[in-house]
Structures are given as C-alpha cells and as structure tokens.
C-alpha cells in the first residue's frame, strides 16, 4: 500500500481586505507533501497576495494558515521570518536577485542565512539549472530566463518543504517558459516538495496536480484547462 498523503500547509477561512474592501475571504485550501497546486484567476483577484500570506510575508485579516500545524498567524515577524527561512523557497516574477552579488552567491543566499554555506550544494544546483560554469557571473551578465534559473535554484538549495512561485514564466517566451516548468516541477518531484504556483499562464496551470480559481468569494475547482 502506498504511504497516505500528509497535510503540509491548511488554510482556514483566510481573508484580505484593503481600506475595509475585501481582496478576498473565505478562502480554504489544503496541499499536501509533493503535490502540485496552480492558483488561476482574474487580475487583481489578489493571486500574488494569497501567496504572500501562505509565506507569511503579508499579514491576513482573518482566518488562519497553517504549516504542519504551525499557525502563522501566532507568529511575530521574526519568527515568521526564521520560519520561512527554514521551510520556504519562492521564486519571485521579478527575480530579485541582488545585482552586486555574482551568480553562485545569489544561490547560496539561503544556506548562508541558516549558516549551512555548503559551496558543492550550489554547483550542484547550477548544474541542475543548466547554469554550471556561470557562478561567477553578475545578474546583468545573464539572460532573463537564465535569471529565473537563478531564482529558483536559490529557491530550492536549501531543500525547502514548500516551493512558493509567483508568475514563473511571466516574463519568458514559450520555450524558456517550458524548460523552466520543466525544471521546477523536477526539482520539487525530487525532493517530495510542495508547490504552490500563481499563473495567468494555461500551459503551466494544466501540468498541476490541481487547479483552483481564486475569486473574491474564496477559492475553488477551476474548470478544465
């Protein structure tokens, strides 16, 4: 018999209001450990806040959220921040990488930061992004997809339970768009890590496990990609 699935992250009736306006609210969701969840919805819906909250770097005015059975919402921002520390990666549609940094130590920001600097876990990860070679290099020596490989290999070098995306592809032609699907859904299978992905993208969204539409109202099935 196949090990029963486990809860990583819960969200209880989450909500987000701005100036007393409601972005969304009672939104509950549940993601378990390896599974793939794409997040679809209009602009403005509040898809890029919902995954801020589930990071805890945005704060919620109801409901909970919940990280095996850690409530965030307990937690003071410098908890929260040692917490996401250990258990989070996300990449970021702009990529935020730090410019005066060169490539390798962008990577391995994370683990220096949990004060694990481990030189051979960064060549393995640019190897697996298809960057081995480029660690000396600046940011504004590399391509934008080649940024987004930079971005997600920092992501997941620490080995982190729950992969947050937030427009991956948004900035990349179909063909980079794909490969770097195709590294992030690798990546995440290999280490049995959860993602949770925000896309306005069809072909990114029909790889996930599940696809759910975010509204005001809350969150449900999406209808077939």
Known sequence: MSPQPTTLLQVRGLAKRYGGQAVFEGVDLQVQRGEFVAIV???GVGKSTLLNCLAGLDHWD???VLHEGVDLGQLDDTQRALWRRAHVGFVF????VLPHLDVAQNVGLP???LNRSDARRVQQMLA???LEGLGERLPQQLSGGQLQRVAIARALVHRPALLLADEPTGNLDPTTAALVMDLLIAQTREHGAALVLVTHSQA???RADRVLRLTAQGIRPAQAI
């Open 204 to 206: 990114a969204a029909a």
């Open 41 to 43: 919805g209009d602009s």
């Open 62 to 64: 109801a409901g909970q």
């Open 93 to 96: 549609q702009a990529f935020h």
């Open 128 to 130: 697996a992004v298809g």
């Open 111 to 113: 683990l220096m930061l």
